[in-house]
């Protein structure tokens, strides 16, 4: 393993190393092409700022040609306000003006702090015959010189750009110029470079060293002459591409072997957009180069490289004593994995075994309720670890619905056990007792009996008639639960009175509130896992986002408790965005829409009829038609009674109402024998009531009060749907 465990490292260390390289080689690059470029354009400005100076200056020269006394002040107002500039000259034709003699140009020059002016033209002086005056005197148009050393002038190395002045005529009669120091060049490449080794240079079109970091190569040598002693063929290249105006970078190995990398680029006035059209077939043909040298760019990375093969060394001594210590604790691991596999075993059944407890929607709710209504009661719990503490539950119970939701102090197994003795005692305490304060009140003196470990159990109980839409309910410390109206998309909180969480005290009195349900509203229930739930920046889900979610999942089409819970456990995962669940999370919707589940037995007649009542009451129905849906309704349910359930059978018979603005729609369901009371045949009418055979008139009825009447067998189940458009 330890053999093993050298090569990975090696290998990792290598190409940690090879990847480190490029990552800083690209970096120099970046940095360097970038430090090249600015200096290119800081110098490109400078020049281009002179030109236009030069040529704004030949324009006021040509304006003022009969005032030869104004053109010194003229060159000395040029420096006072361009600091870049080293010295400024007017040199006029031989005997322009008869009374100055052969030579006249006035030039202002820097000496320091201060500036001077002098006559430029003497016998040993003839500036006639210089570069700067003679192309572009000859040309016409403006010139950068190559860089000199202006003995008898500014006594410095610079280079000029000068212009040629006319007058009206359009004949050239003076050049006006503009010297740049090279030491202010110098100064400017060899500035602000990352390394203390990288060099910067400037060469002329000639191939001139004009700026370096050593004094001594300026206007001494050439840059052939300076790299003429190099093995590498790579610098003939180079040297090539940059007296060509090319850009490009290469690597070059000097002759003791060290390597280097150079950038270049050339300082083209014509190709800088800023300037583009001020000197078009003006161009001043100098380079620049950046040179770094490999030894000083990876000194740091080979002495991290260095530091880290001591680290590695000292790495693999540490696992041979891992290894060692490992081996021989292997059988004490062992042990402890098993033991580990063990109670993880024990913790998936415990899971299990209490999600087992919950309410299953089918299970809960008699055979022939199932279809529509278990669309009405949804669930869900989503536990932090193995078993958590929450629960919820629910079941039907004489045309009433008993539900329930709880959130456990403290997780895991001590609270899943309180969990289960809850839901325990609130099945038994509700066997006997349809007050939901009740029910409260004698599962709080049972779980505070013997309460050592100091748990308690915020608990909402409620008790819904589902015939009447009333409901009872007792909160004992617990999240007050949201109503959704389908009618006008509201979404209000339940009003909550402050009772103490079960389990703290014996002697606590609940107290216990009412409330009467729309036909169609959703009373949904949570614990504080909803709101309380966190993304990875530890921001909370919020009262706000729930409160949205549930107002945006009652706006859709299929609105149900279903959809409801699934809208919303979607909303919460995709603001947690898989991070880690830090809580219980539970929640229990419960839509009313009015239901009567009524045994086989024609003696319970009565109780349809005060259920057909209470669903038209509120929805201004004449009298005549309640009678009318009312008798419509028992002549379909003695028919269920009478032929779904054949004598002596027992069985139930659900009827569920749906009441719309404009429409009742009631649904009567039984899991009897398949009976489909819409084929048979309206009895005829226009018979005597001798001739006319038996059977029939019970179904005419229902079909000349009710607008539509249709039978489905879905899942066991009969499923006969009765509609009257209001």
């Not at 490009?248 to 006035?269: C, D, H, M």
């Not at 899943?416 to 004698?442: E, G, N, Y």
């Not at 050592?452 to 608990?459: A, D, P, R, W, Y």
């Not at 149900?560 to 819970?565: E, G, H, R, T």
Request: charged letters at 20%; proline letters at 4%.
């Amino acid at each position: 393993m330890i053999i093993i465990a050298a090569v990975l490292i090696e290998v990792t260390s290598f190409v940690q190393f090879w990847y480190a390289k490029e990552g800083i080689r690209n970096d120099v690059e970046t940095h360097a092409i970038s430090e090249l470029r600015i200096k290119s354009l800081r110098i490109q400005n400078v020049m281009n700022e002179t030109e236009v100076l030069v040529k704004s200056l030949a324009d006021i020269v040509a304006h003022d040609l009969e005032k030869p006394e104004d053109m010194g002040d003229i060159t000395r107002n040029i420096l006072q306000n361009n600091p870049t500039i080293v010295g400024t000259a007017i040199a006029f034709e031989p005997y322009y003006y008869k009374e100055k003699g052969r030579q006249f140009s006035p030039y202002s020059y820097r000496d320091g702090d201060s500036i001077k002016t002098k006559q430029l033209g003497t016998e040993k002086y003839d500036y006639h015959n210089k570069e700067w005056y003679k192309v572009p005197f000859s040309k016409g148009e403006g010139h950068w010189s190559e860089p000199y050393f202006d003995e008898g002038g500014g006594e410095m190395v610079m280079s000029t750009y000068s212009f040629p002045v006319r007058d009206d005529s359009g004949k050239i009669v003076a050049v006006v110029t503009a010297d740049i120091s090279l030491d202010w060049l110098s100064n400017l490449i060899n500035s602000g470079s990352r390394h203390a080794s990288t060099q910067s240079m400037i060469i002329s079109k000639t191939g001139r060293i004009m700026a370096c970091p050593d004094p001594t190569a300026i206007m001494s040598k050439t840059l052939l002459q300076a790299t003429s002693h190099f093995e590498d063929t790579t610098i003939r290249q180079v040297n090539r591409e940059m007296l060509g105006g090319q850009s490009g970078k290469a690597e070059v190995s000097a002759n003791n072997g060290n390597l280097y990398y150079v950038f270049y680029t050339p300082i083209n006035l014509a190709n800088d957009s800023d300037m583009a059209g001020l000197n078009d077939d003006d161009d001043s043909g100098w380079s620049i180069a950046i040179v770094c040298s490999d030894s000083e760019i990876y000194q740091g990375l080979r002495r991290l490289s260095f530091y880290l093969n001591i680290l590695m060394l000292l790495g693999l001594a540490l696992m041979g004593y891992i290894i060692y210590r490992t081996a021989k604790n292997d059988k004490h691991l062992a042990m402890v994995n098993s033991e580990k596999e063990r109670i993880g075993s024990e913790l998936r059944i415990a899971s299990a075994i209490q999600q087992s407890m919950l309410p299953k929607d089918r299970a809960s709710l008699p055979n022939s309720a199932h279809h529509k209504v278990d669309r009405d009661i949804s669930g869900l719990l989503l536990s932090a670890k193995e078993v958590g503490g929450d629960l919820y539950d629910y079941y039907l119970n004489d045309n009433k619905l008993f539900f329930c939701i709880g959130d456990v102090s403290g997780k895991g197994v001590p609270a899943s056990l309180m969990m289960a003795m809850t839901r325990s005692l609130f099945r038994s305490v509700s066997a006997h007792t349809h007050a939901p304060r009740k029910i409260a009140r004698d599962i709080n003196i049972t779980m505070s009996e013997n309460n050592e470990t100091g748990m308690f159990v915020t608990f909402f109980v409620g008790v819904l008639d589902l015939v009447t839409g009333h409901l009872r309910y007792c909160n004992a410390g617990h999240c007050p639960p949201l109503l959704l109206n389908r009618t006008d998309h509201s979404v209000t909180t339940l009003p909550v009175e402050p009772n103490i969480p079960i389990g703290v005290t014996a002697e606590w009195e609940y107290t216990e509130q009412e409330a009467d349900l729309q036909i169609g509203t959703t009373i949904f229930l949570y614990t504080d896992g909803l709101t309380e739930a966190e993304n990875r920046d530890h921001v909370l889900f919020g009262e706000k986002s729930m409160l949205y979610a549930a107002h945006m999942a009652l706006l859709g089409n299929d609105f149900d408790a279903v959809s409801l819970i699934n809208d919303m456990k979607e909303s919460v995962n995709t603001f947690v965005n898989h991070a880690v669940q830090s809580d219980d999370l539970t929640m229990l919707a419960v839509t009313y829409h009015p239901t009567l589940i009524l045994p086989n037995d024609i003696q319970t007649q009565p109780q349809l009829t005060e259920f057909v009542e209470k669903v038209c009451e509120g929805k201004e129905i004449d009298e005549i038609t309640v009678m009318q849906v009312n008798l419509a309704l028992e002549e379909a349910v003695v028919n269920v009674m009478k032929y779904a359930y054949p004598e002596g059978t027992k069985g139930e018979v659900c009827i569920r109402a749906m009441a719309e603005e404009k429409q009742l729609t009631f649904l009567i369901i039984d899991n009897g024998e398949p009976f489909d009371p819409t084929q048979k045949e309206d009895a005829d009418t226009s018979l005597s009531a001798e001739d006319r055979p038996i059977g029939g008139l019970g179904i005419h009825l229902i079909r000349q009060i009710m607008t539509s009447i249709s039978y489905n067998r879905i899942n066991g189940n009969n499923i006969l749907t009765l509609t009257k458009q209001l």
